[in-house]
């Protein structure tokens, strides 16, 4: 049995304890917020036998063997900090932090002390989304020659919402536009080239961001995220022999359609359950039974090399968060 603890007591905090209910072998003992009555009620909701009003006791109970960090992007380097302090197993929701510094900091820390850390990137663990790659490898496509995403929603979001506040990280690309960069980094990898455009709100924070990203292969990203229009939020592989097209949300597909040159377009559909978190908290588990400290469908060189491109992405649109 693993032990969970969950840190924060926000909705996808609470989506996470739902989904961890399908997992094997998972068991929901401990919560922990800033406040004793925000983890209370939590606990209440969703079952869970202790609630602590800190991180830090959370983090100390020795019955947890992992913590899935829920907090929003601004407080992800203290909180798994206080939880890779203590020796816990973390699974960091997305994206790892706000610069490439403080998820390098992270992970050196992880790395020094033995621990197993994640980033929640769940887009990565789900299987349609392995599916689609296991494809790919195997060339129903051909060569990849280009990758479309976008993920955009329509707000509007009050000048006091986090969405715009940029001390707490907000505007679109960390929120949003970490899906369409780490979908073309999955399947291309690091580019060469990185060209970005945005409108950036009275706060401080990119509203409507463009992104193109040139391969040494010669293939190209052509990717948007935004906060002021809800987008379709789909997806589309392009390869030299094919096309995979991701309906929307392209992260969390329920299918894929496959268009071979010279063939009917074929749907693969997906029995999936739930709302699609319990996929990384499986891949935890198994990571931790294996006695790894990194998963290999989400590797701390994927974290890193997607918080370079967001942190190049923000220099060019003129975004910081400080």
Sequence with gaps: MTRWGILATGHIAGRFAEDLRLVPGAELVAVGSRTAESAKLFAERHDVPRAYGSWAELAADPDVDVVYVATPHAAHHEAAMVCLSAGKAVLLEKPFTLDLATSTELIETARAAGVFLMEAMWMRTNPLILRMVELIADGAIGTVTSVQADFGVAGPFPPEHRMRARVLGGGALLDLGVYPVSLAHLLLGVPR??????????????ENTGIVLGYDSGAVATLSCGIVGATPVVASVTGTAGRIDLPSLFFRPDSLTLHRAGAEPETIPADLTGGGYQYEAIEVQRCLAEGALESPLVPH??????????????????????
């Design 193 to 206: 080239h990185v060209r970005s455009w945005a409108t950036i709100s009275p706060e401080g924070v990119d």
């Design 301 to 322: 060189s994927a974290t890193l090399e997607v918080m370079a491109l967001l942190d190049t992405i923000r220099g060019q649109i003129g975004v910081d968060y400080v």
